[in-house]
T-cell receptor, first 112, second 113 residues
Framework: GEDVEQSLFLSVREGDSSVINCTYT??????LYWYKQEPGAGLQLLTY?????DMKQDQRLTVLLNKKDKHLSLRIADTQTGDSAIYFC????????????FGSGTRLSIRP | DTGVSQNPRHKITKRGQNVTFRCDPI?????LYWYRQTLGQGPEFLTY????????KSRLLSDRFSAERPKGSFSTLEIQRTEQGDSAMYLC???????????FGPGTRLTVT
């Protein structure tokens, strides 16, 4: 079945780069996403990448996709305290073109 | 504010009661989705509508759950005879048809006591 796995926690020093990794199982996934969730809030779509792309950059965010290994990563450059949140990796377009399958989220904490 | 809105934001109910949540999507979006998120987990898909038609339902959506989108705009999610296991955040999202980006509302947190 479809599954998305990511590590639960990541701690980085303010100003460093954060790299959050994710693996997925559905080779027919079409879109891969990164969503951000702050405490008590809904999910904010950060960025997404189509499965025929290897990389996407958007300001401080860089997404890398290794389709062969079914591995997705999100790099946040110059991490700030406002980046503290839970980051969800997700995919869609496999068995259902409409529903998004989410990982359990990676909690990013920032050390001063 | 032109984002997805959900009401109420919080609901506390006693076991066995019925509850209803409302979602108002982004105005031009014809697809509307419901997800459920429990503590420490990512959202899980429940169902989605294109206009007023309910096109897919998850096996998570037991017969106590019903969702409607009568005029293709706002949607309601009703849970009958609530159980403690129904306690979760219920998230609504919307998108344009054939667009993969889904935009989420702030959610309704349900607590069943």
């Amino acid at each position: 079945g479809e599954d998305v796995e990511q590590s639960l926690f990541l701690s980085v020093r303010e100003g460093d780069s954060s790299v959050i990794n994710c693996t997925y199982t559905d080779s027919s996934s079409t879109y891969l996403y990164w969503y951000k969730q702050e405490p008590g809030a809904g999910l904010q779509l950060l960025t997404y990448i189509f499965s025929n792309m290897d990389m996407k950059q958007d300001q401080r965010l860089t997404v890398l996709l290794n389709k062969k290994d079914k591995h997705l990563s999100l790099r946040i450059a110059d991490t700030q305290t406002g980046d503290s949140a839970i980051y969800f990796c997700a995919e869609s377009g496999g068995s259902s073109a409409s529903k998004i399958i989410f990982g359990s989220g990676t909690r990013l904490s920032i050390r001063p | 504010d032109t984002g997805v809105s959900q009401n109420p934001r919080h609901k506390i109910t006693k076991r066995g009661q019925n509850v209803t949540f409302r979602c108002d999507p982004i105005s031009e979006h014809n697809r509307l989705y419901w997800y459920r998120q429990t503590l420490g987990q990512g959202p899980e898909f429940l169902t989605y509508f294109q206009n007023e038609a309910q096109l897919e339902k998850s096996r998570l959506l037991s017969d106590r759950f019903s969702a409607e989108r009568p005029k293709g705009s706002f949607s309601t999610l009703e849970i009958q005879r609530t159980e403690q296991g129904d306690s979760a955040m219920y998230l609504c999202a919307s998108s344009l048809a054939d667009h993969y980006e889904q935009y989420f509302g702030p959610g309704t947190r349900l607590t069943v006591t």
